[in-house]
């Protein structure tokens, strides 16, 4: 006899179950086997996009829209300033604007 035929979700307590209800219970007793007693960090959902949200604010930098991405991201100024590599701020702000004649 398996020692997992003697876990049953009733044994689980509330917040175990919760857990073992979102992952299934199978992937509970996977993490519970992995974790073995120790603490894990689990992120806010908000900070797994972060890396997403920081490449889309590159995307939409102009050269000189930091008070504009700040406010549709509800950050300050200088959060987009430090979001945006200095080579980066330099390449937009140098490019020919679009039908510009090079001398």
């Known amino acids: 006899m398996s020692d997992d035929t003697l876990i049953i979700m009733d044994n689980l307590s509330d917040t175990q179950r ?3 209800d979102i992952i299934g219970f199978d992937n509970y007793l996977n993490l519970v086997r992995f974790v073995n007693g120790d603490s894990i960090y689990i992120p806010k959902y908000s900070e797994l996009l972060k890396p997403c949200v920081d490449e889309e ?3 939409k ?4 829209n930091f008070r504009e991405l700040a406010a549709e991201y509800n950050v300050a100024v200088k959060t987009i ?3 945006v590599p200095p ?3 330099t390449e937009k702000r ?3 604007i679009d039908g510009q004649l090079k001398f």
């Open 18 to 20: 919760e857990i073992a």
């Open 81 to 83: 300033y430090n979001k």
């Open 61 to 64: 930098f102009d050269g000189y």
């Open 87 to 89: 080579d980066l701020r």
């Open 94 to 96: 140098t490019r020919p």
């Open 57 to 59: 604010i590159r995307g």
